[in-house]
């Protein structure tokens, strides 16, 4: 691993407010915000909403929840691209003045009938206006600001991910830089708003590599020190597809939807396209600790949902039971069920009985909602089929036994239960399934001992005896 870099890192993330926030970009904040801290620099955000038809209100809001939410906090206020056109404006001025821009009037069919025709001769667009002085004729009429690029040599990007990359001039068009609208191109707005923000490390998606050619001919065309550039891998499907709908979840919304923790997505998202040796599960100060941006690799990362079900549990059963109970209370709200007052306080108690078979917060609620049902209970199809005369009189016998236990604990309920079947000279098989559904109403649940547990002691007697009353 490198060293560190010897002045103060400043990372950004930078998303355009047009939509839900895609879990690439989720990943690239992940590796920007890993990065700051690890080094001890500094996470920036900066809102790129340009596109005025499409940036709104609700998805600048998006992009704040999605963030907290991942528990990847920015430092100072955002910065909005839009608020500072004036800004990219007077950047055009000064390249123009330096002779690194010009006006362009060619049409947009002239442009595209003469990019046809550089490329046919082996070179990018170059306008016949990048030599031409403007005339009377064309004052007041529609034109673009162009970039003047180099006709000869390359424009070298050293890239920590990509190593070096070269970029011949000649394949890099005049790039358009001011529209006819008067609004900047991506490129123009992207390299100020990095310079003047004193971003040291651009940590992008692979998608912007070729932005990278462009970007440095504008810093050094303005003078500037060219940032250091890291293009991460693509997040593919777990079949090596380009990642989309088929493949599943695509925003952070819908992984917090799915049930997911934001320190489980952390963990996983961390292993796509970076990992340390053979650790698959890790926490935020490890990741931390670990991280250096130079150890992402070139190759694409496939998403994986069962491997991040495997992570997710591990976060679950770390997870404070307090705080898990906060969570799952809303996902059952949420399907309108009638639940106790004390609810909050019943999954307390089992939800560590039972979050080591919970992949997301969805199956914790799941196995959490037998003890939340209210007496009686209905019992299902498959319950009532056990409750024989035979059965009942032995669910009966046991819950005498039960009044005698001394020992309201897991274990101890496992083994008054071990201990009666063998008074009884029958085995578990012969008591489980018709007091799993006694108790459970049907719903899924624990090992015998730990739901009688979880329910406690009157909450078990009641369930029994309204099953055996409801039966005759």
């Not at 609208?181 to 390299?191: A, K, Q, R």
């Not at 293009?231 to 380009?242: Q, R, S």
């Not at 979880?454 to 055996?468: P, T, V």
Request: hydrophobic share 40%; aromatic share 6%.
């Amino acid at each position: 691993m490198s060293s560190a870099p010897k002045s103060p890192v400043v990372t950004r993330i930078a998303p355009s407010p047009t939509g839900s926030m895609h879990i690439g970009n989720a990943r690239s904040a992940l590796f920007n915000w890993l990065y700051a801290k690890h080094t001890g620099g500094t996470f920036l955000l900066r809102i790129e909403d340009t596109d005025r038809e499409r940036s709104t209100e609700a998805s600048v809001q998006v992009i704040f929840d999605s963030l907290s939410w991942l528990g990847l906090q920015w430092d100072g206020e955002p910065v909005f691209q839009f608020a500072r056109a004036a800004v990219h404006k007077a950047a055009v001025q000064r390249l123009i003045e330096a002779g690194h821009a010009y006006a362009c009037y060619m049409t947009v069919d002239e442009a595209e009938i003469l990019k046809e025709k550089s490329r046919a001769e082996g070179h990018a667009l170059r306008s016949p206006w990048r030599d031409r002085t403007p005339g009377p004729m064309e004052q007041g009429k529609p034109h673009v600001i162009r970039f003047r690029t180099p006709d000869e040599g390359e424009t070298v990007v050293e890239d920590l991910v990509r190593d070096t990359v070269r970029f011949p001039n000649k394949d890099i068009e005049d790039f358009v830089l001011l529209r006819t609208d008067g609004t900047v191109i991506y490129n123009l707005g992207v390299t100020v708003d990095d310079h003047d923000m004193g971003v040291t490390h651009v940590i992008r998606g692979e998608e912007h590599l070729s932005n990278a050619g462009r970007q440095t001919l504008l810093y050094r065309a303005l003078g500037w020190p060219v940032p250091t550039f890291a293009h991460l891998p693509l997040i593919l499907g777990k079949d090596g597809g380009k990642l989309s709908k088929r493949h599943g979840a695509q925003s952070v919304g819908e992984f917090r939807d799915m049930g997911y923790l934001p320190e489980a997505v952390r963990n996983y998202l961390a292993k796509l396209g970076w990992g340390h040796g053979d650790d698959e599960l890790f926490t935020d100060d490890q990741a931390i600790a670990w991280f250096d941006v130079r150890d992402v690799v070139k190759a694409g990362a496939r998403l994986d949902f069962d491997k991040l079900n495997h992570v997710n549990n591990w976060h679950i059963r770390r997870a404070d039971d307090a705080r898990l109970a906060g969570l799952v209370l809303p996902i059952l709200q949420g399907r309108g069920l009638d639940l106790p007052a004390d609810a909050t306080a019943k999954l307390q108690v089992v939800i560590p009985l039972v979050k080591e078979g919970a992949k997301t917060l969805i199956e914790l609620a799941d196995l959490s909602i037998y003890a939340l049902k209210s007496r009686p209970l209905s019992l299902d199809d498959k319950t009532l089929g056990h409750l024989n005369d035979e059965t009942r009189a032995r669910l009966a016998r046991l819950l005498e036994h039960l009044r005698a236990a001394n020992d309201w604990t897991p274990a101890g309920l496992q083994e008054s239960l071990k201990l009666f079947a063998e008074s009884e000279g029958v085995g578990l098989g012969k008591i489980g399934p018709a007091l799993r559904g006694v108790l459970s109403g049907g719903a899924p649940a624990p090992d015998l001992g730990s739901a009688l547990a979880s329910l406690g002691r009157e909450e078990s007697f009641g369930r029994i005896q309204d099953a055996l009353s409801q039966v005759r």
